[in-house]
């Protein structure tokens, strides 16, 4: 009798799977990174809330991981749109083309600050991006002097960096390697500190790959630590410890202005006007892109991208501006907006 | 009797000696013992302390006493937040109408409450054209304020609220419109990017699903092959790398059986993905191993004479097994499933491989509804900015580990009840 009882639970369950698989997707499924996850996330529960629409799923894979679901092909299976903290690379739009992702819409919502903090109770730091380099990069020139030989970075203290910087042990908390904001950080930054020595920029010319080698390359001697991808545990580190430096996004120093402040760089204060215009020298784009082949197949994707660059969601004072996202400039809201309406699809990269 | 025993006097003080040694030594690793329990139940009080300390504000949520006056026409119309700005600019008259100001107002309250306000008026009509006081959510920074963690003393740029904000709380505070309540809406409702709004059913509910689906699953198919294994396979090799497997499986780390739900559920059976189907389908795959241990071990403690004294008057082998040795196996078989399931219920890393670790406002209402889990909702909060989620993580963590206290503790109860003494 037991028996008969979980044959017919199974049966139940085996049936009811086939009636759910057969059924057609009503609700967008979102994937990527998880710097545009906070954002994309209010924009979908607000766009959720204010229509008829199911609330999208959104699922926080990282850029890399959203791009390779997105473009794994089309069909239900596969998700509507990816979220990005970096443009979609050349081989990433082939490799969509190559599944059958012909046409892709390319929407720039705005950018991310991100920002070198330390305790509330520690120094002001004022630093430069060459600052940033001779303290984390692995080789260093000799003597941190234009023209010194490539040696493994022997700076211990802020100040042998540069002698106006405190006598404090280098210690920077950052995102692993796996991480969006990791990348931008190396690319950014530490290349940016590395591009002031013209020696060093020169090597671009003649060898790619060993110029990114020095000018991306993380030192791994303990200096820069790998605190995980969890920027809250980084402020919480920081506020414990006021030598050292944290690295992340500028919506977290917004929201811990009692327990961290950011460093200046090259001068300029990582405040929301700042990055706004671009003086801020380490701050990225952010992207989400649009399978164009299921708007109006899945249904809402069309009303969810008019909710996303509507002025109430990404203008000046839209309310995504109030979770740290940073405006785009107007005429590139215009474009982009523009792009969305007419969902202009991506050319070449 | 010693007396009788001719010993001389320095053999008996080296006795005595001997005797004492042995006497410190037990005392020596008894104090050890006690050392390690005290460390143990120290870290667990640090543990629940720290958790709870958090946890316990998340519960509650500030809200805030509006006096809404639901125009006819503005309702009709839709237009919730021109009558919540209208409520809010009663309210506080000084404030000017410059769009700076009416944001300061708006910014008292939750975001999501045109919503609510929306809402009320669908689940009850009559309200349209009236004048009621409702109690609305407070928005992130003031429940965070009102619960006292953040520092008015600091200067106005570093803490999230400004003086003018902060004036209006006092003056909220004296008309007695602002109160800690019971947070109704983190039992009733799913996620949220507004933390005062986040609930918490979306996850369990998600959690329940799935678990019911590891259940039906691997709670039949390991009883039967423990059964199988004990009472009926043949010894001999095959049956021995068999065993030795399934030892290995339990100890294989669970994200190896995610990464194998995505490429067999999700990619090749196209299973939905991040419904409680397929993570319910992953889990039973590493649910099935615990099972299967536990189910043989209490098989192979029934004494055999149960199933010879069957089979002597005449049962056969299947009657033998299904209607003497598995009732008496039955608790330890129903431990072991619970325990199992206790740590499918406290699973993330499989489920992230598909994609439960996602935004999911809805309550999920079937197995192929897009849904989370709670430990994935904990990890989801935790990574989030707003300062309300600290308490919103601690608080999930104190549900969960309250779901986990409620399977042991029926673990225990099932094996109290039907375990026989022989």
């Known amino acids: 009798m037991h028996t008969r009882l979980v044959a017919a639970v199974f049966v139940a369950g085996a049936v009811a799977v086939a009636a759910g698989a057969a059924q057609a997707r009503d609700q967008i499924n979102i994937v990527g990174s998880s710097t545009v996850y906070p954002f994309a996330t209010v924009v979908a529960e607000n766009f959720g809330r204010g229509s008829d629409f199911k609330t999208p799923k959104i699922e926080s894979t990282g850029s890399g991981g959203g791009m390779k679901l997105f473009c794994a092909g089309l069909g239900t299976d596969h998700p509507d749109i990816t979220n990005a903290s970096r443009r979609m690379k050349g081989s990433e739009l082939e490799k969509c083309r190559a599944n059958g992702v012909q046409d892709v819409v390319e929407i720039k919502i705005g950018y991310d600050g991100i920002v070198i903090a330390n305790a509330k109770t520690a120094p002001e730091m004022h630093i430069t991006l060459r600052h940033l380099f001779l303290a984390l990069a692995k080789q260093v020139p000799e003597g941190n002097q234009e023209g010194g030989k490539l040696v493994d970075n022997p700076n211990r203290t802020w100040a042998d960096v540069d002698p106006a910087l405190p006598n404090v042990a280098i210690e920077v908390l950052g995102p692993p390697p796996t991480s969006g904001t990791r990348d931008a950080f190396n690319e950014l930054a530490v290349e940016g500190g590395c591009k002031t020595f013209p020696a060093l920029q020169a090597i671009k010319q003649e060898d790619k790959n060993r110029y990114k080698a020095i000018c991306r390359g993380i030192r791994e001697d303990g200096a820069y630590i790998e605190a995980g991808e969890n920027d809250n545990l980084i402020v919480q580190k920081l506020a414990e410890n006021p030598n050292a430096l944290g690295v992340f996004g500028f919506s977290f120093l917004d929201q811990n202005r009692d327990a961290v402040k950011g460093a200046s760089i090259d001068g300029v204060p990582p405040e929301f006007e700042n990055i706004a215009t671009r003086a801020y020298p380490v701050s990225r784009p952010l992207y989400f892109y649009v399978k164009k082949a299921h708007v109006d197949v899945i249904p809402g994707i069309r009303e969810y991208i008019s909710a996303f660059t509507s002025d109430d969601a990404w203008g000046d004072e839209g309310y995504l501006t109030d979770r740290g996202l940073i405006p785009l400039p107007t005429d590139e809201r215009t474009k982009f907006g523009d792009d969305a309406a007419n969902l202009a699809p991506l050319e070449s990269l | ?209 799935a678990l019911v689906v590891t259940l039906v699953v691997s709670f039949p198919i390991g009883v039967m092959t423990a059964v199988y294994l004990e009472a009926f396979a043949p010894r001999n090799r095959i049956t021995r790398l068999i065993e030795i497997n399934i030892n290995n499986l339990a100890a294989v780390p669970s994200i190896v059986f995610g990464l194998l739900g995505l490429a067999v559920f999700l990619n090749v059976f196209g299973l939905p993905r991040s419904a409680p189907i397929s993570g319910g389908l992953v889990l039973s795959l590493m649910t099935l191993p615990t099972i299967i241990i536990s189910s043989r071990a209490a098989i192979r403690a029934v004494p055999p004479s149960f199933a010879e004294a069957a089979i002597g008057l005449g049962a056969s082998r299947v009657q033998a097994i299904f209607h003497h040795v598995l009732p008496v196996a039955a608790p330890g078989t129903l431990t072991g499933a619970i325990i199992g399931m206790a740590q499918a219920l406290g699973e993330t890393a499989p489920l992230l491989m598909m994609g439960m670790v996602a935004f999911v406002v809805e309550v999920p209402g079937g197995f192929t509804d897009p849904s989370t889990v709670l430990p994935a909702q904990v990890y989801l909060w935790a990574d989030s900015p707003e300062r309300g989620f600290a308490e919103k993580t601690a608080a999930a963590i104190i549900v969960l580990l309250g779901f986990l206290l409620v399977m042991n503790g029926l673990a225990v109860y099932l094996r109290r009840k039907f375990e026989k003494q022989w």
């Open chain 2, 1 to 209: 009797m010693s007396s009788s025993v001719p010993t001389t006097i320095s053999s008996q003080a080296a006795a005595n000696r001997l005797l004492l040694r042995r006497k410190r030594a037990e005392r020596r690793f008894q104090l050890y013992g006690i050392l390690a329990i005290s460390a143990a139940v120290g870290f667990l009080v640090v543990f629940l302390a720290s958790i709870v300390s958090r946890g316990y504000m998340g519960f509650v949520q500030t809200e805030v006493r509006l006096t809404i006056n639901f125009e006819q026409e503005l309702v009709e119309a839709g237009s919730y937040r021109k009558i919540l700005r209208t409520s809010l600019a009663e309210l506080f008259p000084e404030a000017g109408s410059s769009r700076a100001e009416r944001r300061a107002l708006a910014g008292l309250v939750s975001a999501g409450t045109v919503f609510v306000l929306r809402e009320t008026v669908e689940a009850d009509p009559a309200i349209a054209g009236t004048v009621r006081d409702v109690w609305v959510l407070a928005s992130d920074p003031v429940d965070q304020f009102h619960k006292g963690r953040i520092d008015a003393s600091l200067p106005e740029e570093e803490r999230p609220i400004s003086d003018a904000s902060l004036a209006r709380i006092a003056a909220l505070e004296q008309d007695g419109r602002i109160a800690l309540r019971f947070n109704r809406s983190f039992f009733s409702r799913g996620d949220s990017r507004n933390p005062e709004e986040a609930g918490i059913l979306g996850a369990i509910v998600g959690s329940a699903l």
